[in-house]
């Protein structure tokens, strides 16, 4: 099984709806989860950080389930330049070592 | 501020040749990482360095593989001999400390290797 993984997609979004999608992490103990963005040949960047309670910035909401073990990322109002790929990442150890999934694309459309 | 730099952005060798990239992290941050991504997939860390010493290499293929920070702040990985399945995109990262769970990494532009 996969340390982390993620439902590749493609979603096929139009513009202005809304998205969410899961990743689920097999590793119980791991604290620290985000959520990059990765455009079509570019470097990941961080998008947010995932909070227990769950955490808001702007248009894009995160959730974590320590219980099932999953976290979500939710984007309203979907906009063309979210087009990308979404990556599931979780931080396992106290020295920064991040894993990343495999990603979910998202694809906005007009 | 200058984000963290990596040199060459492509390549392409034939198989069994070697090959070195090289990354200038983004000033003052003490961890560098190197990441393999094939395409695809995530990004695969292969190895982290606190300031020049290594702190995680264990993903690293070693017989092929090598890496060093000389001086805890440009890094270099080499790859001898090449190999088909080698062929991605290699990513170095910076981050301010031991990117512990409030450190950011920032990711570099990434060298495309093609392995022929």
């Known amino acids: 099984r996969k340390e982390v993984e993620q439902d590749p997609g493609p979603f096929n979004v139009p513009e202005g709806a809304t998205v969410a999608f899961n990743c689920t992490y097999s590793n119980s103990a791991s604290q620290s989860f985000f959520w990059y963005r990765q455009d079509c040949r570019k470097e990941p960047k961080l998008l947010m950080s995932?909070?227990?309670s769950g955490n808001e910035d702007g248009r894009f909401t995160a959730q974590l389930n320590r219980a099932s073990q999953y976290i979500s990322l939710l984007i309203r109002d979907s906009k063309l330049s979210d087009s990308a790929t979404y990556l599931c990442v979780v931080l396992t150890d106290s020295w920064g070592k991040l894993q990343f999934g495999a990603g979910t694309q998202v694809v906005v459309t007009p | 501020e200058a984000g963290v730099a990596q040199s060459p952005r492509y390549k392409i060798i034939e198989k069994r040749q070697s090959v070195a990239f090289w990354c200038n992290p983004i000033?003052?941050?003490?961890?560098l990482y190197w990441y393999q991504q094939i395409l695809g997939q995530g990004p695969k860390l292969l190895i982290q360095?606190?300031?020049?010493?290594?702190?995680?290499d264990s993903q690293l293929p070693k017989d092929r593989f090598s890496a060093e920070r000389l001086k805890g702040v440009d890094s270099t990985l080499k790859i001898q001999p090449a190999k088909l399945e080698d062929s991605a995109v290699y990513l170095c990262?910076?981050?301010?400390?031991?990117?512990?769970?409030?450190?950011?990494?920032?990711f570099g532009p990434g060298t495309r290797l093609t392995v022929l």
């Open positions: 000033s003052g941050h003490a961890t």
């Open positions: 995932v909070y227990s």
């Open positions: 990262a910076s981050s301010l400390t031991s990117g512990g769970r409030g450190d950011t990494q920032y």
């Open positions: 360095f606190q300031n020049n010493g290594v702190v995680d």
